[in-house]
């Protein structure tokens, strides 16, 4: 597979002329609805399968069938709906968070499969739980971390998965982001920002010992710890000290000396795609996120698997292993197939079909998510995505420039159910990776701080000029588009350049970087310094945090705008939006506001979703098909 970015050039307009797509239109629900099944994940004894799938009542709830059986058995009975668990060592039961509407105070949940019997192993109330470390050597006991002495910090917890009990592991006296167990469930690491956003990497030699530092990088730099080598000498961690790029690299926690493991010069490795073996847990290939993912193998016994198993046209996972590593479940999805799943076979290197999260959507043609690349007004190099509607001409279309969250995140190659609708419905998708997102290296990342509102603006802006000068965009009929950080960028983009877009929709932005700052959640306050760098120092840049809020500009607002908000969100607290429609209404314009009761930052349920998008397409209908 390729591994530079696909230019979109001269070539364009041929190379979308040669894919014979049918115009049908996808309805909503098969785009949005609850897949019919998704997130199988095979028992550790190999023999059950459990997933994710609706219930009488269209609730997402934990399902198990034998292996070698076809009847299938509903476990949990959840209201709110499940989006992840994990089995027990033991086989004989499932894990999982869940919080209440969106609030985030995650508890942790258990259920036997066969009393069907479901405990919250987490009962105090207003806490939020991490899980910190499950090991399958100790089956009846898992690490946890929980806001409960103090809401802004989080202790260490023990509790056994049989009786219930919880008791203090550890007292967090260094304000900790992450804390990793050794092979043995003991803490031995931790990682926590100092008040300048330096962040620090402690360790100890057992449970008894006293914390040392390890290592400490400026906050332009970043990393992350992983876990432990398996004979506990060595740290495995994401680093890009000494580098533009995040490596994986093993740390020795006698001298502190790095050993690069695996890295790319161009683009950020990271956690997000690693697979281990299930017992030492000892990292045997992560995925790089590239123009399109792709594996980096680093165990050669696990080498022909993946042989196997990689695919140029999908994106291959392992989503689960059993313990004897016979059997792992395989995942493969691309920009216009929705996950599939299959159970492989390491020792005849078979695999067999298990479902589609959704077989309704596979009959119909969905549109390819390309590669592109443009540079921005300062001559910085810029990447992203564009996706075109099929069977039209691909030239001046109505556009919408979708703008991704975070913002330390990144649009990647992948299906996205926004993304189809919006190309099924006509319209040119643009997907822009401005400066300071994640996963193109550290200067990338780090050209983004103190930019919200401005040169990470611009970026977008640029973009959009891109598509345009292509022929592609119709410049009249631009809209902006995104959820928190995209609607924050949504609502600078009718402020700030009032005639720039034609509409905007924001999904759970902030108004203003001031009272966004002052609002976060308690347990956010460890990430203060961090803020301070990105986005701005509330207690000495103030006026500067103002001049990039929206809200002080809520009078320039000349073009249609939709907001959507959660009722119950703890990160872009309901105020931000109530602020800048009152702003907007008492300057005499319109704007059209939903509050969501029952959803945090970002809807969840079906239901939810589906009435988002029925909004956003009629919004968009009249807004951006008609503006003239």
Avoid at 39 to 52: A, N, Q, R, V
Avoid at 197 to 211: E, H, L, Q, Y
Avoid at 327 to 343: E, K, N, Q, T, V
Avoid at 483 to 508: K, N, R
Wanted: include cysteine.
């Amino acid at each position: 597979m390729a591994r530079g970015i696909f230019l979109i050039a001269f070539s364009l307009v041929s190379c979308i002329a040669s894919f014979a797509y049918s115009s049908e239109t996808v309805p909503s629900e098969v785009l949005f609805g609850n897949p019919e099944k998704t997130t199988p994940m095979i028992s550790p004894d190999g023999k059950t399968l459990g997933f994710l799938a609706p219930d009488q009542k269209n609730v997402m709830n934990v399902w198990i069938k034998d292996l070698d059986r076809s009847e299938e058995k509903l476990i949990t009975s959840d209201e709110h709906g499940i989006q992840s668990f994990l089995w027990r060592y033991d086989s004989k039961a499932i894990l999982y968070l869940q919080d209440h509407d969106g609030d985030e105070n995650y508890h942790l949940y258990q259920t036997d499969l066969v009393t069907k019997q479901t405990r919250d192993l987490t009962p105090f109330d207003g806490v939020k739980t991490k899980i910190i470390a499950y090991k399958p050597t100790f089956p009846d006991e898992i690490l946890l971390k929980i806001n409960l002495r103090n809401r802004s910090i989080f202790d260490a917890y023990r509790v056994n998965l049989k009786t219930g009990t919880c008791e203090l592991e550890l007292e967090d006296t260094y304000r900790v982001l992450k804390w990793r167990a050794d092979s043995n469930l003991q803490i031995r690491a931790s990682i926590a920002y100092d008040p300048d956003g330096n962040m620090i990497v402690r360790v100890r030699d057992d449970a008894k010992s006293p914390w040392r530092e390890l290592m400490r990088w400026s906050p332009e730099e970043s990393g992350e710890i992983l876990s432990f080598s398996a004979d506990g000498r060595f740290l495995n961690m994401i680093s890009n000290v000494g580098a533009n790029t995040e490596r994986l690299v093993q740390v020795d926690l006698n001298d502190g000396s790095l050993q690069t493991l695996a890295q790319d010069l161009q683009y950020d490795l990271s956690d997000s795609a690693i697979t281990g073996h299930p017992i030492s847990q000892e990292i045997q290939a992560i995925r790089i996120n590239r123009a399109r993912p792709e594996w980096i193998v680093l165990d050669p016994s696990v080498q022909t698997d993946f042989a196997i198993l990689e695919r140029k046209d999908m994106t291959m996972s392992i989503v689960s292993r059993d313990l004897q590593d016979k059997h792992w479940i395989i995942g493969y999805c691309s920009d216009c197939i929705p996950a599939r799943f299959y159970l492989y076979d390491r020792t005849s290197q078979k695999t067999q079909f298990l479902f589609s999260t959704r077989p309704e959507l596979e009959k119909y043609d969905l549109c390819p998510m390309m590669p592109i690349s443009f540079q921005a007004r300062d001559g910085m190099k810029l990447y992203g995505y564009l996706t075109l509607p099929q069977e039209k001409d691909s030239k001046n279309l109505p556009t919408v420039l979708y703008v991704h969250g975070g913002p330390s995140y990144r649009d990647s190659w992948e299906y996205l159910p926004e993304v189809q609708l919006l190309a099924n419905r006509g319209y040119a998708v643009l997907q822009i990776n401005f400066r300071g997102s994640t996963g193109y290296g550290k200067q990338y990342l780090n050209a983004g701080n103190h930019e919200w509102g401005g040169k990470m603006q611009t970026d977008l802006l640029d973009g959009k000029q891109w598509l345009i000068d292509q022929g592609i965009a119709d410049p009249k009929k631009v809209a902006i588009m995104g959820m928190s950080y995209g609607g924050y960028a949504t609502l600078v983009g009718l402020t700030f350049t009032p005639e720039e877009f034609c509409c905007g929709i924001d999904l759970f932005g902030p108004s203003n970087l001031v009272s966004l700052l002052e609002t976060i959640p308690p347990y956010w306050s460890v990430l203060l310094s961090k803020f301070n760098v990105r986005v701005g120092n509330l207690q000495t840049e103030r006026e500067f945090l103002e001049s990039r809020s929206p809200l002080f500009k809520a009078d320039q607002i000349c073009r249609p705008l939709l907001i959507i908000q959660g009722a119950n969100d703890v990160r872009v607290k309901q105020s931000e939006s109530d602020q800048i429609v009152s702003a907007i209404r008492k300057n005499g314009k319109t704007v059209e506001y939903i509050v969501i009761p029952d959803e945090g930052h970002g809807s969840m349920r079906s239901s939810n979703v589906l009435k988002f998008a029925a909004v956003a397409e009629e919004f968009l209908h009249k807004h951006l098909d008609n503006s003239k």
